[in-house]
Nanobody, 120 residues
Framework: QVQLVESGGGLVQAGGSLRLSCAAS????????MGWYRQAPGKQRELVAT???????VYADSVKDRFTISRDNAKNTVYLQMNALKPEDTAVYYC??????????????WGQGTQVTVSS
């Protein structure tokens, strides 16, 4: 019932910047915590950053002071501004959101992922 579509990934040199976007569509009543996760080859998926509907944020230590998560509730969209990128940031980045319809419990949905590659 809810789909997340990510965009904005690509190839960038170390020290560069990228901005990821993730838009939610479908039939839902509310979105709660939205976030970004990443998975590098051979590694487990890890949290990058999350943001609540009230704009409270959580960041992984590895991205603090370099990445900024934000959301536009009117557009049902979450963003990840990534600055000072490092080769170790290379991964597939996944968007995640908690959602519910009018009379349902909270559900969890993932996007399809977008590749971010940082060259040295």
């Amino acid at each position: 019932q809810v789909q997340l579509v990510e965009s904005g990934g690509g190839l960038v040199q170390a020290g560069g910047s990228l901005r990821l976007s993730c838009a939610a569509s479908g039939r839902f009543f509310s979105l709660r915590v939205m976030g970004w996760y990443r998975q590098a080859p051979g590694k487990q998926r890890e949290l990058v950053a999350t943001i609540t509907s009230g704009d409270s944020t959580v960041y992984a230590d590895s991205v603090k002071d370099r990445f900024t998560i934000s959301r536009d509730n009117a557009k049902n969209t979450v963003y990840l501004q990534m600055n000072a990128l490092k080769p170790e940031d290379t991964a597939v980045y996944y968007c995640n959101s908690q959602w519910r319809s009018t009379f349902s419990n909270w559900n969890n949905v993932w996007g399809q992922g977008t590749q971010v590659t940082v060259s040295s």
